[in-house]
């Protein structure tokens, strides 16, 4: 059983590897096999197809992704430092790393498999609760929800921004996004 999980898991690190570096759609059964040091055999034994072995391995690296940020934000004490963190944290991730690589992959094939697209939806509404959950603790009175869905979609529009533009400060847009997202809920003045 014990060796079972351990293959298991060579054969999820090797095709999170191969989605970032070749493409969702070039990923091939020998390649993970290779890449994992089993025969192409085993890979069929675990699982019914390779885009079965892409959508459990991608979804179980944006699970844990998604999961540790949401928890490092739960940590934060306000949302000023939150967002401070939360770009800070962001201005890691190229678009050509490989973690940037792999989640913009697995967007992508999301659009051609509809249990892909439900299980990044899952993670991606967990996620916007736990942002909810995190700006009402600290205060915030506008609408969470709305603030959360904003916050997510900004958060992966810098990803893409930041791979177009390596040289954005990601850091420097704290500002704008606080007044996005002011405590108080409702948009300053100079927005008007």
């Known amino acids: 059983m014990e060796r079972g ?13 191969l989605i970032g570096e070749v493409g969702w759609g070039g990923v091939t059964t020998r390649m993970v096999a290779e890449r994992a040091g089993v025969a192409p055999g085993v890979v069929h034994y ?15 690296f944006a699970g844990a992704l998604f999961g540790e940020v949401a928890h490092r934000l739960a940590e934060q004490p306000d949302i000023e430092s939150g967002l401070d963190w939360l ?3 962001l201005s890691g991730y190229t678009g050509t790393d490989p973690a940037s690589l792999l989640i ?11 249990e892909l697209r439900a299980r990044l939806r899952d993670m991606i509404d967990d996620f916007r609760a736990c942002v ?10 506008g609408d969470a929800e709305a603030a ?7 958060l992966d529009g810098l990803v893409l921004h930041h ?3 390596p040289a954005m400060d990601v850091a420097a847009l704290a500002g704008p996004l606080r007044a996005m997202l002011r405590a108080d809920g409702h948009a300053g003045s100079e927005g008007r």
């Open 46 to 60: 675990h699982f019914a197809s390779v885009t079965d072995l892409l959508v459990e391995a991608s979804t179980a």
């Open 87 to 89: 770009l800070g944290e």
């Open 163 to 165: 791979s177009l533009d």
């Open 5 to 17: 999980r351990a293959t298991r898991q060579r054969l999820f690190d090797a095709a999170v590897a």
């Open 104 to 114: 913009v992959e697995t967007h992508l094939a999301s659009g051609r498999l509809p």
């Open 148 to 154: 959360a869905v904003l916050l997510a979609a900004t």
């Open 132 to 141: 909810v959950s995190w700006l009402r603790a600290r205060g915030h009175t």
